[in-house]
């Protein structure tokens, strides 16, 4: 779990995000689909589209990443794809809920339960 706010007080190892912090889209990439911390102000090894993570403080002020396209990685399948704080539009394949049960639900989630999220498409 990551965040641009302090820990809301979750079970899981929760990262503080910060300048230079991205999720890696670039499907050329070694690091496709795995969380870099570049540095304020360097520029990344890899083709960005969007600004880094800590820019995004309202969506990103509490994330949980869905492992998805991550065990194996396959490039071009599909990158970045985080349970995170609703902002009032589409998300690009993530799910983004009211801050309330956001908070509500990453609390809950227990790694020693090994929680799992169906990421599906509709036929």
Same mark, same amino acid.
């Given at each position: 779990m990551y965040g641009n706010s302090p820990n809301p007080g979750v079970a899981f190892r929760y990262v503080r995000l910060r300048?230079? =912090?991205w999720?890696?889209?670039d499907s050329r990439s070694p /690091?496709?689909?795995t969380f870099q911390r570049v540095g304020c102000i360097r520029r990344p090894p890899f083709r960005v !589209? !969007?600004?880094d993570m800590s820019t995004s403080p309202r969506a990103y002020a509490h994330l949980a990443v869905v492992e998805y396209n991550m065990h194996p990685v396959v490039p071009g399948r599909? @990158?970045?794809?985080?349970?995170h704080m609703q902002i009032g539009k589409a998300t690009s394949g993530c799910i983004s809920l009211r801050r309330p049960a956001l908070l509500r639900l990453l609390r809950w989630l =227990?790694? @020693? /339960?090994?929680p799992a999220i169906s990421v599906t498409a509709r036929s």
């Open positions: 300048c230079g =912090d999720w890696v889209e /690091a496709y689909n !589209t !969007t600004p599909g @990158a970045g794809i985080f349970l =227990d790694p @020693a /339960a090994r």
